[in-house]
């Protein structure tokens, strides 16, 4: 893969997720946007795998997501303090990082970002 196509994919990923955010919350962090960037790199990347699957992809990258949330909550929230999001009123949480409600609502995303990494891949061929 071209390093070009990464920095594309990158770029998207950082402002449609803080547009998301923006949308959904009214606000954003730049930690927020910097993530999405890479999760849509690692979408880009499952999609465009010989045989990928939609469901298996989806998967997988909802698996990916919250592990990545995971860590960039633990920077963000608990280390750095700067309490960007916090799920401690959600069953199940995990230091209040992550939460079985947020990794589905993963997956659900990951069935238009499947779609969208694979039109990429095709309009940058």
Known sequence: MKLSRYIFVFL???????????????????TMCMTGGIV??????LSNRPAARLAV???LGAAAITLIEFAVGIFDNIIMGWQVWDYS???????GQV???????????????????????RQLL
Do not use: K, Q
């Open 12 to 30: 998207m990923g950082f402002f449609l997720y803080g547009l998301v955010e923006v949308a959904g919350r009214g606000y954003t962090h730049w």
């Open 40 to 45: 849509l790199m690692i979408l880009y990347t």
């Open 57 to 59: 992809t989806c998967l």
């Open 89 to 95: 009123d959600m069953p199940l949480n995990i230091l």
């Open 99 to 121: 939460c079985p409600l947020f990794s589905l609502l993963w997956f659900v995303l990951c069935i238009p970002a499947y779609f969208i990494c694979r039109r990429i891949s």
